[in-house]
């Protein structure tokens, strides 16, 4: 059964470290993220220049705080408690409509986590809703998230398109999985690209406007570029496959 609320953990051994909360409001089908080092976040927002290309805007709020993607649409960053900062708010694909229906597949965030070293108090898996990303080894990797209507049972596949020159080997370095929320289904895809080597010192997150997927690619000067990719989507009865194709040239 789908709850609301979730720990999620990252397992690397018998430590398990825990890197996200994610909570749904059954109302309203609001998604709201928050993480132990949320205040050190580096916040990439992609904004479409002229030539449809997209311009990095990187912003640091030295705030704890939680990303809240509302059943509107509107996705913003606050503190837990005030006002947020306006270089955040970014309108976009609902979640749930004013006739309280959800609505269609919605991409919520691109994450490269700093390092995990959180131990919660109260361990992983002593409550029934917490759930760990199960991945070949504890190293930097990138995770992206959607959420899809828990309206019917689906079979989600993800495929995810890279140039050659930025993969370590084939098959590429990844995992994938999901979980329930309340009214959604949370589908995850992990990856690493090479010189992907380095934690960053705080996590990378973007997001968009929901349709759109921003990417990290990593690069031979120890950071990371920013692509964003128009996803592709095939509902085949209860078969959807989301399809991420890399850019025609492999750069953004």
């Known amino acids: ?35 132990p080092d949320f205040a050190s976040v580096q916040w990439w927002l992609p904004a479409v220049g002229s030539d449809g290309k997209p311009a990095l805007r990187e912003v640091k709020s030295p705030w704890d705080g939680k990303l809240s993607l509302h059943g509107s649409g509107q996705t913003h960053v606050r503190p837990f408690s005030g006002e947020g900062d306006a270089r955040l708010v970014v309108q976009g694909r609902a979640l ?7 609505l269609g597949v919605r991409h919520m965030c691109t ?18 809703s917490d759930y760990s990303v199960s ?48 009214l959604h289904a949370v589908v995850w895809f992990a990856y690493r690209t090479k010189h992907m ?6 996590p990378l997150v973007s997001y968009f406007d929901g349709y759109f997927v921003p990417v990290f690619i990593g690069t031979s000067v120890g950071n990371a570029r920013l692509e964003l990719r128009k996803p592709e989507f095939t509902l085949d009865e209860s078969k959807l496959l989301i399809n991420v194709p890399r850019p025609e040239d492999g750069r953004a």
């Open 111 to 128: 994450i490269m986590w700093s390092k995990p070293t959180h131990l919660p108090t109260s361990p992983a898996f002593s409550r029934a």
């Open 1 to 35: 059964m789908a709850t609301q609320s979730r720990r999620i953990f990252v397992t690397d051994g018998a430590s398990h470290f825990q890197v996200c909360s994610l909570t749904q409001n059954k109302n309203d089908g609001s998604i709201y993220l928050s993480a």
């Open 96 to 102: 749930k409509d004013e006739r309280n229906q959800t």
């Open 197 to 202: 080597e380095r934690w960053p010192a705080g």
């Open 135 to 182: 991945i070949k080894s504890l190293a930097p990797y990138v995770f992206v998230f959607w959420a899809i209507p828990a309206t019917k049972k689906l079979q989600v596949t993800v495929n995810f398109g890279f140039h050659v020159d930025d993969l370590t080997g084939l098959p590429p370095e990844g995992g994938f999985g999901g979980f329930g929320l309340a």
